[in-house]
């Protein structure tokens, strides 16, 4: 089958775009993990995105929505512990499939369902930056139904995203490159991010955190397979602007809508699309709502959700979780209770210790871009595969790899010997075992030593650099 891609222009479309629950929309897949212990509860998964650009990419898999601007997922969520803490990362794009986007615009819309331009619904809310083609009572309406459903009930959130883009620090994407939370297949329920973000900021952006399978590397592939130079570039220019405007004016934070109104003669293009075209009947029921100008070739299509990812409830996802107890044998009235002998702890232990050196059945998993440009990141992606249990012969052939780019860099490390180790074991193993709890535990304590080695013999991406 051809692999080439059908490609719609960009298209500009300043629009305040939220998913209230990122779980919820994808069906909870993960409760996911936070420095190396399993969440067991998430309160909050909201995504907010303040986009400028969007584009559809169609190839013979289906078709990709992209949205490029500034984001921010943020989650609330519960170690298994009990304690609570709350995370986020900064976005500048989103990627959805064809099911994932249709899903979300078939989902329940709670009102303005003659609206086109404006989604206020279950799974989404969306409304336009520049509302000046709207009367004055439409707007009046807008402004107390979005204060209503999502400007009040996200108060908090919202206000520390419009703080975290006032930081200077914030999206530098000439920088840190893009972070794109994504649906596409190669990248299910990751955020991808840039090889060339610098040293601290990548080591800290790649820490595992709750909802999602993984943050990983090989954003710049990614879009280098999809966009053309001069396409980044205008991709690049919207998502400064963006930062420029939103960082820089003065809202009200007792009334939130006042963020849009403050940036729309800023964003305003002078002509700006409304979904409500010539001919539209306002009362007609229109298969799925109008998220994007770029779907609006697929308005009578639907695709159904992928049967490969299993979908469930975030009940079922967390009952899972919990650890269940062992139960406690009660022995009968008429028996007496003898005291355990040294023997059977020892037994005890022993088959403790088999079970945690039990190596699994695993099935065979493509692998995803394995960088290799500097020794960090290689110690990344191996971290990376080995918290997303590959097999073992899989697990091989990624030390090799790392052990083979971090020699080209550098001339001497201490932990090259292990890698090789490593590399002629598990290479050799049987096909489609996995690491057992035990290997996989040492093996990432190994690994963070070594990055912490590498970061210290080496400093930031650019001094490193240097040295080779």
């Known amino acids: 089958m051809s692999n080439q891609f059908i490609k719609s222009r960009l298209i500009n479309n300043n629009i305040f775009f939220v998913i209230p629950s990122w779980g919820n929309l994808l069906g909870y897949p993960t409760l996911g993990k936070y420095a190396n212990h399993n969440v067991s509860k998430i309160s909050q998964d909201l995504v907010i995105f303040l986009s400028g650009t969007e584009c559809a ?27 609570y803490i709350t995370d986020n990362r900064q976005l500048t ?74 930081d200077p620090k914030s999206f530098q994407i000439d920088k840190n490159g893009h972070m794109i939370l994504s649906t596409s297949w190669d990248s299910y329920n990751k955020i991808m991010i840039s090889g060339e973000m610098e040293y601290e900021d990548k080591t800290k952006y790649l820490e595992a955190t709750a909802g999602l399978s993984g943050i990983t590397l090989g954003t710049d592939k990614h879009l280098n397979k999809h966009f053309t130079t001069a396409e980044l570039q205008t991709i690049r220019d919207s998502i400064l602007k963006l930062k420029n405007v939103y960082s820089s004016i003065e809202y009200d934070p007792m009334f939130l809508f006042s963020i849009i109104e403050k940036s729309a003669p800023f964003l305003s293009t002078g002509n700006p699309f409304s979904f409500n075209l010539e001919g539209d009947q306002m009362d007609k029921k229109m298969p799925k709502e109008s998220i994007l100008i770029s779907a609006e070739s697929r308005m009578n299509s639907f695709k159904e959700w992928s049967l490969q990812l299993k979908r469930q409830t975030k009940e079922e996802l967390e009952r899972a979780s919990i650890v269940k107890k062992t139960k406690i044998y009660q022995p009968q009235k ?111 304590r190994d690994i963070d030593n070594w990055i912490k080695i590498t970061i210290q013999k080496f400093g930031n991406l650019k001094e490193s650099q240097k040295l080779y």
């Open 57 to 83: 990419i169609s190839n013979e898999i289906g078709t990709f929505y992209y949205l490029f601007g500034l984001g921010y997922y943020y989650v609330k969520f519960e170690l298994q512990s009990g304690r």
């Open 93 to 166: 794009g989103l990627v959805l499939s064809d099911f994932a986007y249709d899903h979300l615009a078939t989902s329940i819309n709670l009102t303005l369902e003659n609206d086109r331009d404006v989604i206020i619904g279950e799974k989404l809310f969306k409304v336009p930056i520049d509302m000046s083609f709207k009367s004055e009572n439409k707007i009046t309406f807008i402004q107390g139904t979005l204060m209503r459903n999502l400007f009040i009930p996200y108060k908090d959130i919202l206000l520390e995203f419009m703080e975290v883009l006032r």
């Open 334 to 444: 008429s028996m007496t209770l003898e005291k355990p002998s040294v023997m059977k702890l020892l037994k005890k232990e022993e088959n403790f210790e088999l079970r945690t050196m039990k190596r699994p059945f695993i099935e065979t998993k493509l692998l995803p871009y394995i960088p290799h440009e500097n020794p960090l990141d290689s110690l990344v992606a191996l971290k990376e595969i080995i918290e997303e249990n590959y097999d073992i012969q899989t697990i091989g052939r990624i030390f090799e790899i790392a052990r083979n780019s971090i020699k080209k860099k550098v001339l001497h490390v201490n932990y090259l010997w292990e890698l090789s180790k490593y590399a002629n074991v598990y290479k050799r193993a049987e096909p489609n075992i996995g690491l057992s709890s035990k290997e996989k535990t040492e093996l990432l």
